[in-house]
């Protein structure tokens, strides 16, 4: 059987590292998206020889235990017949285990359209994580062609990367950090007016957190002002991928930190809840739905048309809102300047 031709078929579309928290990990990643043609049909078990020629060439793919669970288990994966990502995926995280860099983290998923992929692995060195997505490419495309596969040269590289330096990571903090899909230049904007100074508050599309993951690494308290992500493709504005999206802004608050949250995103603050940060909602309502109430840490809400903020021990009035201005975007921002200087309180005195 004549195959198409793997290299010109499985074709890279982009390549970067993703260096802040994002929507695959919290860690930083190397994201290759790839068009794969005619092979995302045509498996490993299509190809005699495939699984032995790459299993020859890196005896360590052994210990892959992938969704099999099991030592073997993505050489079993092959046997059975897998597709290009999946291997590419597996191949890059050998690449690096191989040179010393053991991460264990990868995945491959479908992209925007038919035949289109996006392959994330978890990196130690940011040029070894690109050029291991990179080799990993010919790699697959070699091995689905029939021909000899060499990797030396693509671990003497690697090898001589590892040595070098490598890019500083991401260390910026900033005060506030701000996603959804509406308002938040606003919070950001009035955020920043109200506290004053030079501290950084940063308001940050879904559609960069998803390319590019978040600009910074630390934050003090973030703000989810919705899940309905509005500039990204429409697989990431399905109900679950968008609130994955939206909680990412979480990964930048310290343990025990804050995360502002809409009332009826009960999901979101469950998954932002489970990561150890405490969970403050707002809700342009009088009322709360009870078990939202009962779990938030502190509530933002309207009553007898006044802002309220509540929590364990507390009530503070804020007054009536202005009707000159987006009621949400008022609460929002007055639930992150309370929680704001909450945190400053507790850093003066720990």
């Known amino acids: 059987m004549i195959r198409p031709d793997p290299f010109a078929e499985i074709r890279l579309t982009s390549l970067r590292t993703l260096r802040g928290a ?18 995302d049909e045509i498996s490993s078990a299509d190809v005699p020889g495939f699984t032995d020629v790459l299993a020859g060439a890196f005896p360590g793919l052994v210990e892959h235990r992938c969704s099999v669970g099991e030592r073997g ?7 059975d017949g897998t597709y290009a990502p999946h291997i590419i995926e597996h191949i890059g995280l050998e690449l690096q285990t191989v040179v010393g860099h053991d991460t264990g983290f990868g995945r491959a998923r479908g992209g925007d359209r038919p035949g289109e992929y996006t392959v994330v692995f978890g990196y130690r060195h940011a040029d ?18 029939g021909v000899p596969l060499a990797v030396e040269h693509a671990l003497a590289e690697l090898r001589a990367l590892a040595g070098q330096p490598a890019p500083p990571p991401l260390r910026q903090h900033v005060l506030c950090g701000v996603t959804g899909g509406a308002w938040r ?9 109200r506290r004053g100074g030079d501290e950084l508050v940063v308001a940050v599309a879904p559609a960069y957190i998803l390319n590019v993951g978040l600009p910074y690494s630390h934050c003090d308290v973030a703000v989810v002002l919705d899940a309905d992500p509005l500039d990204v493709p429409p697989r990431y504005r399905e109900p679950d991928r968008a ?27 469950e998954r932002i809840r489970k990561t150890g940060r405490r969970v403050a909602v707002f809700s342009p309502e009088s ?5 939202v109430a009962r779990h938030a840490d502190v509530v933002a809400h309207i009553s007898h048309g006044r802002i309220l903020i509540e929590g364990n021990d507390l009530r503070h009035d804020l007054g009536a ?7 949400n975007v008022q609460i929002a921002t007055a639930l992150a300047l309370f929680l704001l200087e909450e945190a400053r309180t507790a850093q003066r005195n720990p």
Not at 73 to 79: A, D
Not at 128 to 133: E, I, N, Q, S
Not at 321 to 327: E, G, I, K, T, V
């Open 22 to 39: 994002n929507f695959w990990s919290s860690h930083p990643v190397a994201r290759i998206d790839l068009a794969v043609g005619a092979y």
């Open 73 to 79: 288990g993505f050489i079993t994966r092959l046997r």
């Open 128 to 145: 070894v994580g690109l050029r291991a997505a990179a080799h990993a490419l010919e790699i697959v495309q070699r091995a689905f062609s």
């Open 185 to 193: 230049a606003e919070v950001r904007d009035e955020i920043a007016a």
């Open 243 to 269: 609130r994955q999206l939206a909680s990412v802004v979480a990964d930048a608050v310290p343990p025990h930190g804050s995360v502002v949250v809409p009332a009826h995103e009960r999901e979101v603050q």
């Open 287 to 291: 009322k709360v739905p009870e078990d």
């Open 321 to 327: 809102p202005d009707s000159a201005r987006p009621l």
